[in-house]
């Protein structure tokens, strides 16, 4: 378990080498983060998900929350598979990459079906669908897409653009529409540039568009309290409980107990342990 003093110090290091410095850190750039090391620690993404669920302010549109677990459920899934199924799955995606760059569109897809069969992941439903709508296969093409968008994950954006042309193609404008939003604001999380036409339009979603989204800010506390400080508050408490100043070491304890969520793990056990222990002092 990661402490959240740790993923605090972590994000807000990664924050100032891209230019934020204060305790307010943007929603993108706990993103950017949980993306980076997605790969190779899944358990502590997840761990700074969930500091952001924790901390996400009220009122503010929760669907980046639901593109981040997303993606992190994507991962998660992949991390299931054996060995054995994990190189399938790379052989098969792969095979799938080089045939479509080849121009061999109906062999890609037949690589990507299998890998949809094979290893059950949601991503083959993106690669499927996209060779299906390649193919124009628009019907066929859409059902995948959707199938994908329904769990969601690191294809969201793409999966949506691809739809958004097949929704234009059937005369979809709702869905058409629906589809842009989706792209703009998982763009908008990641702050990323996406840059897609439509009816001679250039859709940029690095630039503020009709459909925008201002940037979600997570509070963040990085311990301001010195071990020192805690065992000086500490020592006086036992003084004060010594002396029988029952109701000043309360006060004071009662206050400690208050500035743990910004005090390291081992300070704050240090804390519960002196909950345990300060009957003891009460009767000497």
Same mark, same amino acid.
């Given at each position: 378990m990661?402490?959240?003093?740790?993923?605090?110090?972590?994000?807000r290091?990664y924050?100032k080498?891209n230019g934020y410095?204060?305790?307010r850190?943007?929603l993108?750039?706990?993103?950017?983060?949980?993306?980076e090391?997605l790969?190779i620690?899944v358990?502590?993404?997840?761990?700074i998900y969930?500091?952001?669920a924790?901390?996400?302010p009220?009122g503010?549109d929760?669907?980046?929350?639901?593109?981040?677990?997303?993606i992190?459920?994507?991962?998660?899934q992949y991390c *299931?598979? #054996? $060995?054995?199924?994990?190189?399938? +799955?790379?052989m /098969?995606? =792969?095979?799938? %990459?080089e045939?479509?760059?080849?121009?061999?569109?109906?062999?890609?897809c037949a690589?990507?079906?299998?890998?949809l069969?094979?290893?059950k992941?949601n991503?083959?439903n993106?690669?499927f669908g996209?060779?299906?709508?390649?193919?124009?296969h628009?019907y066929q093409?859409?059902?995948?897409?959707?199938?994908?968008?329904?769990?969601?994950?690191?294809?969201?954006? *793409?999966? #949506? $653009?691809?739809?958004?042309?097949? +929704?234009k193609? /059937?005369? =979809?404008?709702? %869905?058409?529409?629906?589809?842009?939003?989706?792209?703009?604001?998982?763009?908008a999380?990641?702050?990323?540039?996406?840059e897609f036409k439509?009816?001679?339009?250039?859709?940029?979603?690095g630039?503020?568009?009709?459909?925008g989204?201002?940037d979600?800010m997570?509070?963040?506390n990085?311990?301001?309290?010195?071990?020192?400080?805690?065992q000086e508050q500490?020592? *006086?408490?036992?003084n004060l409980?010594?002396?029988?100043?029952?109701?000043?070491?309360e006060?004071l304890?009662?206050?400690?107990?208050?500035?743990?969520?910004?005090m390291t793990?081992?300070d704050?056990k240090?804390?519960?342990?002196?909950?345990?222990?300060?009957?003891?002092?009460h009767?000497?």
């Amino acid at each position: 378990m990661v402490d959240n003093n740790d993923i605090v110090k972590e994000v807000r290091e990664y924050a100032k080498l891209n230019g934020y410095e204060n305790t307010r850190i943007p929603l993108f750039i706990f993103a950017k983060y949980i993306r980076e090391i997605l790969l190779i620690d899944v358990q502590k993404a997840e761990q700074i998900y969930y500091y952001i669920a924790a901390h996400y302010p009220k009122g503010a549109d929760e669907e980046p929350l639901r593109y981040l677990k997303a993606i992190i459920l994507e991962r998660k899934q992949y991390c *299931k598979l #054996s $060995l054995e199924q994990q190189e399938n +799955y790379h052989m /098969l995606q =792969k095979r799938g %990459k080089e045939e479509y760059q080849n121009s061999n569109l109906k062999k890609s897809c037949a690589y990507y079906q299998a890998g949809l069969s094979e290893t059950k992941q949601n991503i083959f439903n993106y690669y499927f669908g996209k060779m299906l709508y390649k193919l124009e296969h628009f019907y066929q093409a859409k059902k995948y897409l959707e199938r994908y968008i329904t769990q969601g994950g690191e294809k969201c954006a *793409k999966a #949506s $653009l691809y739809l958004f042309y097949i +929704y234009k193609k /059937l005369k =979809k404008e709702k %869905k058409s529409l629906e589809c842009l939003k989706r792209i703009i604001k998982f763009n908008a999380l990641f702050q990323e540039d996406f840059e897609f036409k439509c009816n001679n339009y250039t859709f940029k979603t690095g630039e503020d568009n009709c459909i925008g989204q201002e940037d979600i800010m997570i509070e963040t506390n990085v311990t301001s309290f010195s071990h020192e400080y805690v065992q000086e508050q500490l020592s *006086k408490i036992k003084n004060l409980l010594l002396i029988r100043q029952y109701k000043q070491a309360e006060k004071l304890l009662k206050k400690l107990d208050q500035e743990q969520r910004d005090m390291t793990l081992e300070d704050r056990k240090q804390v519960e342990q002196f909950h345990r222990d300060k009957r003891l002092y009460h009767a000497k």
